[in-house]
């Protein structure tokens, strides 16, 4: 049977479609190489992130200022991926732990292309993050401050500040991390005088102004994440030294069909406009961006079984292997590996559950899908970020594979 590559489907694209009837990423046939190993599968394909990160740079020269990307490694900590991309040049790292920092090193990312946004910070992990002078640190709180002051007097910081304006995927208020709820990250206004004289009595200098407000905003979104970077950036009026605005992840992906896509020029003119003349490095620290669509989680069907009205497709990988789903109510779109049906308008409303002993362990519910019989192969899309990162060891069926595609 031969199909069209895109096939009509609203998440193809030329590295990832049906050729011949069979699911392919970046040229692999994706149940194949999920039959060469036991149980759930990660695949990435290197391709994409870094077309995904070269998009992201091409935006950032447009804005005609200088720029930092910085790729936010809690998405996905993969090795291989993380090697790939200090290989590449293309981009330094964003961290938020001193593990993510060790791992950062050994994959061969320089501590000074490195930067620290981190919260909860301990005295353990100041004691880890300080022993690299050139590591960029985040404080996003003024006790973060006078921790960092007490141990690296005169040092350079860069402090994280809550704009009380933030966006996310679908106006999800879980994904907004700096809006009217109140949140735990970063200095809000009314602290901001004490958190500056408490950075000057320790003669730390501020040298980047950071904020983060939200994460998965979508082009039709870029007018209210417009409003949250023009609150974010009324703070520079106070920091004579700084030096760049990072302006933290938070750039979204299509999950769903009529999810627009981030218009790439659109999102730097809004920059562009917002920075103005201001003479900074604009730095930005996406993960999603990145490796989220360059990624798939490949399970097993395991049974088929209608219960009262409902077929149920149960599959032998669950929420604790790719979180989002379940914790933020985000779509998930499962697709067979290889359909047995062509035409999708024929395909009936399948509930694809997980294995895990939870109610909430459902990846779709009355998902249109093709015939299923044990043992067919169904790929998760949109698993290449906060997935594997995310996973635990719920009801022990935490196990999984993971591959890079490199090619
Ligand atoms: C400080 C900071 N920077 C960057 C990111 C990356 O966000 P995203 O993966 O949505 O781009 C996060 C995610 O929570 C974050 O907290």
């Given at each position: 049977m031969?199909?069209p590559?895109s096939?009509?489907?609203?998440?193809?694209r030329d590295?990832l479609?049906f050729?011949?009837?069979?699911?392919?990423l970046?040229?692999?046939d994706v149940?194949r190489?999920?039959?060469?190993v036991?149980?759930?599968?990660?695949?990435?394909?290197?391709?994409?992130l870094l077309?995904?990160?070269?998009r992201?740079r091409?935006?950032l020269?447009?804005t005609?200022?200088?720029f930092?990307?910085?790729y936010?490694?809690?998405?996905?900590?993969?090795?291989?991926?993380?090697?790939?991309?200090a290989c590449s040049?293309l981009?330094?790292?964003?961290i938020c732990?001193?593990?993510e920092?060790?791992?950062?090193?050994a994959?061969?990312?320089a501590?000074a292309?490195?930067?620290?946004?981190?919260t909860?910070?301990?005295n353990?992990?100041l004691?880890r993050?300080l022993a690299?002078?050139?590591?960029n640190?985040?404080?996003?709180?003024i006790?973060?401050i006078?921790r960092?002051?007490?141990r690296?007097?005169?040092?350079?910081?860069?402090?994280r500040v809550n704009?009380?304006?933030?966006?996310?995927?679908g106006?999800?208020?879980?994904?907004?991390y700096?809006g009217?709820?109140?949140t735990?990250?970063g200095?809000?206004r009314?602290?901001?005088?004490?958190?500056?004289?408490?950075?000057q009595?320790?003669g730390?200098?501020?040298?980047?102004?950071?904020f983060?407000?939200g994460?998965?905003?979508?082009d039709?979104?870029?007018?209210?994440?417009?409003?949250a970077?023009?609150?974010g950036?009324a703070?520079?009026?106070?920091?004579?030294d700084?030096?760049t605005?990072?302006?933290?992840g938070?750039?979204?992906?299509?999950?769903?069909?009529g999810?627009?896509?981030?218009?790439?020029?659109?999102?730097a003119?809004?920059?562009?406009r917002?920075?103005?003349?201001r003479?900074?490095?604009?730095a930005?620290?996406?993960?999603?961006?990145i490796?989220?669509?360059?990624?798939?989680?490949v399970l097993?069907?395991t049974?088929?079984?209608?219960?009262?009205d409902v077929v149920?497709?149960?599959v032998?990988g669950?929420?604790?292997?790719a979180?989002?789903p379940?914790?933020?109510?985000l779509?998930c779109?499962?697709v067979?590996c290889?359909?047995r049906?062509?035409?999708?308008?024929?395909w009936?409303?399948v509930?694809?559950?997980?294995?895990?002993n939870e109610?909430?362990?459902i990846?779709?519910a009355?998902?249109?899908m093709p015939?299923?019989v044990?043992?067919?192969?169904?790929a998760?899309?949109?698993?290449g970020?906060?997935a594997?990162?995310?996973s635990?060891?719920?009801?022990?069926r935490?196990?999984?594979s993971?591959?890079?595609l490199e090619a």
């Amino acid at each position: 049977m031969s199909w069209p590559k895109s096939g009509g489907f609203w998440w193809a694209r030329d590295d990832l479609g049906f050729v011949d009837g069979r699911l392919n990423l970046a040229g692999h046939d994706v149940a194949r190489l999920a039959e060469a190993v036991d149980g759930p599968l990660f695949l990435y394909s290197q391709a994409r992130l870094l077309t995904n990160m070269a998009r992201v740079r091409d935006g950032l020269a447009q804005t005609g200022r200088p720029f930092r990307l910085y790729y936010a490694m809690k998405a996905n900590r993969f090795e291989p991926l993380l090697r790939a991309l200090a290989c590449s040049g293309l981009c330094g790292v964003d961290i938020c732990s001193p593990n993510e920092l060790d791992r950062a090193l050994a994959c061969g990312f320089a501590a000074a292309d490195i930067s620290f946004t981190g919260t909860g910070v301990s005295n353990r992990d100041l004691e880890r993050l300080l022993a690299h002078p050139d590591l960029n640190i985040n404080c996003d709180g003024i006790g973060m401050i006078r921790r960092v002051g007490e141990r690296a007097p005169g040092r350079d910081i860069g402090v994280r500040v809550n704009p009380a304006l933030g966006v996310g995927y679908g106006d999800n208020a879980r994904l907004i991390y700096a809006g009217q709820h109140v949140t735990k990250f970063g200095i809000y206004r009314e602290q901001w005088s004490e958190a500056l004289a408490t950075a000057q009595a320790n003669g730390l200098t501020i040298r980047t102004l950071h904020f983060h407000v939200g994460c998965g905003y979508l082009d039709g979104q870029l007018a209210d994440w417009e409003a949250a970077v023009a609150a974010g950036l009324a703070f520079l009026d106070d920091l004579p030294d700084v030096t760049t605005v990072n302006l933290g992840g938070g750039l979204g992906l299509p999950h769903q069909p009529g999810d627009l896509p981030l218009d790439m020029a659109r999102w730097a003119a809004t920059l562009k406009r917002r920075l103005g003349s201001r003479n900074v490095t604009l730095a930005v620290e996406p993960g999603d961006y990145i490796v989220k669509d360059a990624g798939l989680l490949v399970l097993s069907v395991t049974n088929v079984e209608m219960k009262r009205d409902v077929v149920f497709a149960s599959v032998d990988g669950g929420f604790n292997l790719a979180p989002e789903p379940a914790f933020y109510d985000l779509p998930c779109e499962p697709v067979a590996c290889v359909p047995r049906d062509l035409a999708p308008a024929a395909w009936r409303p399948v509930t694809i559950a997980g294995n895990i002993n939870e109610a909430l362990d459902i990846w779709a519910a009355g998902q249109p899908m093709p015939p299923l019989v044990e043992g067919d192969r169904i790929a998760l899309l949109n698993a290449g970020g906060y997935a594997a990162a995310m996973s635990s060891d719920h009801c022990m069926r935490g196990a999984f594979s993971e591959r890079l595609l490199e090619a």
